[in-house]
């Protein structure tokens, strides 16, 4: 075959344009740090990376939604501890009332506090965060019980809030409130507090005490359940930190550029670019008007 100038010509610029074509890609990998910047480069990373980023997205989502969690589970804890403390300084009253040593005096200032820690209960449980009623199931916008009439309110909705924290997996972040702030919590308050007021005695007043342990007992058991789900939330979390870094390292290996093999790669092609044009250079220089003069 006979070999012509043309042909040397239109080779080496073929060559020297994809010598172009591939310092190209090693410079876009150099300023993006990804492998591809286009799926057509390689489908199959591209694909990869997908799902991988679909991973890492629904990690994420779950992270909020345990935020979320959290949220309301601190401050559902936070407020059955204030409960808690109210209902113990109400059974401590109700101790002292019922020894017998108080006049009707002292009975009747015993009543007015009782019906303070009353309200201050009921205030507890219109506990109200981030515009949204935490005891009152999932009717979150209207208040469980009216402030002006505590013992003939409604009773709160227990229907339970459920967010989904891992991938099929749903959990309960609201407590029971029925178990705790019911009508017969504020109706034993208003009849212990008119029990101090009126003409009963000592000895009858401490039947109430029996009635007071079981609502304290009643706190205690639905803070313990939040407390159990507490301790699950965290250990979700934990797995799903795992989880993200797991997919966070994946998506890196599948479509981050090794920038040290780049640099290396890009040196290399600009080495071979520069020894092309040279020697091109020189192939295409003589040609037959050289040799015409």
């Given amino acids: 075959m006979r070999v012509t100038q043309s042909m040397l010509s239109n080779n080496m610029l073929r060559n020297l344009s994809d010598s172009y074509r591939n310092m190209g890609k090693y410079q876009e990998q150099l300023s993006t740090g990804k492998k591809i910047s286009r799926p057509s480069q390689d489908p199959v990373v591209a694909m990869k990376g997908i799902n991988y980023r679909?991973?890492?997205?629904?990690?994420?989502?779950?992270?909020?939604?345990?935020?979320?969690?959290?949220?309301?589970?601190?401050?559902?804890?936070?407020?059955?501890?204030?409960?808690?403390?109210?209902?113990q300084r109400v059974r401590e009253l109700t101790v002292q009332a019922s020894n017998e040593t108080y006049n009707s005096d002292q009975l009747s200032a015993v009543g007015k506090e009782i019906r303070q820690l009353?309200?201050?209960?009921?205030?507890?449980?219109?506990?109200k965060v981030n515009h949204k009623y935490?005891?009152?199931?999932?009717?979150?916008?209207?208040?469980?019980?009216?402030?002006?009439d505590l013992e003939g309110?409604?009773?709160?909705?227990?229907?339970?809030?459920?967010?989904?924290?891992?991938?099929?997996?749903?959990?309960?972040?609201?407590?029971?409130?029925?178990?705790?702030?019911?009508?017969?919590?504020?109706?034993?308050?208003?009849?212990?507090?008119?029990?101090?007021?009126?003409?009963?005695?000592?000895?009858e007043l401490g039947d109430f005490i029996e009635s007071f342990d079981g609502h304290?007992?009643?706190?205690?058991?639905?803070?313990?359940?939040?407390?159990?789900?507490?301790?699950?939330?965290?250990?979700?979390?934990?797995?799903?930190?795992?989880?993200?870094?797991?997919?966070?390292?994946?998506?890196?290996?599948?479509?981050?550029a090794d920038i040290e093999k780049v640099i290396?790669?890009?040196?290399?092609?600009?080495?071979?670019?520069?020894?092309?044009?040279?020697?091109?250079?020189r192939i295409i220089q003589?040609?037959?008007m050289d040799f015409l003069r």
Avoid: C, Y
């Fill in 134 to 148: 935490i005891f009152n199931g999932s009717n979150t916008t209207e208040a469980p019980f009216d402030m002006e």
């Fill in 286 to 288: 003589p040609s037959l």
């Fill in 153 to 203: 309110s409604v009773s709160p909705g227990n229907d339970p809030i459920n967010i989904e924290v891992s991938s099929g997996v749903k959990l309960q972040t609201n407590i029971t409130p029925g178990n705790v702030f019911n009508q017969k919590l504020f109706e034993d308050l208003e009849n212990f507090a008119s029990a101090l007021e009126g003409d009963t005695t000592q000895g």
């Fill in 54 to 87: 679909q991973q890492v997205t629904e990690v994420e989502q779950f992270q909020r939604n345990i935020g979320e969690v959290h949220n309301w589970m601190d401050n559902s804890d936070a407020a059955l501890d204030k409960a808690t403390q109210a209902m």
């Fill in 216 to 256: 304290i007992g009643n706190i205690v058991n639905e803070r313990a359940d939040l407390g159990a789900r507490m301790n699950r939330v965290d250990l979700i979390e934990d797995r799903l930190e795992s989880q993200k870094v797991s997919a966070t390292r994946m998506m890196s290996d599948n479509e981050d």
């Fill in 118 to 127: 009353k309200e201050h209960i009921g205030s507890i449980a219109n506990t």
């Fill in 264 to 281: 290396t790669d890009l040196k290399t092609q600009e080495s071979v670019h520069r020894a092309a044009m040279g020697v091109g250079a």
